[in-house]
Nanobody, 120 residues
Framework: QVQLQESGPGLVKPSQTLSLTCTVSGGSITTSYYAWSWIRQPPGKGLEWMLAIAYDGSTYYSPSLKSRTSISRDTSKNQFSLQLSSVTPEDTAVYYC????????????WGQGTQVTVSS
């Protein structure tokens, strides 16, 4: 069974860069699934798929966030990471990592999520 754990700061100031890491256990980010994604849910809103990194390092981005996001991985640690630049209070959300691409309804596993608040 795949387990995912998000980690990173819970509070980020406006204009700064948010960095989150997802640590995967029970599976490999290079072999278990085609891709691994970051998803977020702002308060009172629905889930939003953000970006993903595939087993071979290929990347996929949501057009609405592409200019501010990047994704990377450390295969030796079985981790992948999100960077979101120039954050504003509208980036306040619970951030999740999960194996899969854009079809959230098809996800087998989810991380527990981590709350990120953007505030000065």
């Amino acid at each position: 069974q795949v387990q995912l754990q998000e980690s990173g700061p819970g509070l980020v100031k406006p204009s700064q860069t948010l960095s989150l890491t997802c640590t995967v256990s029970g599976g490999s980010i290079t072999t278990s699934y085609y891709a691994w994604s970051w998803i977020r849910q702002p308060p009172g809103k629905g889930l939003e798929w953000m970006l993903a990194i595939a087993y071979d390092g290929s990347t996929y981005y949501s057009p609405s966030l592409k200019s501010r996001t990047s994704i990377s991985r450390d295969t030796s640690k079985n981790q992948f990471s999100l960077q979101l630049s120039s954050v504003t209070p509208e980036d306040t959300a619970v951030y999740y990592c999960a194996p899969g691409l854009r079809r959230l309804s098809e996800y087998d596993y989810w991380g527990q999520g981590t709350q990120v608040t953007v505030s000065s």
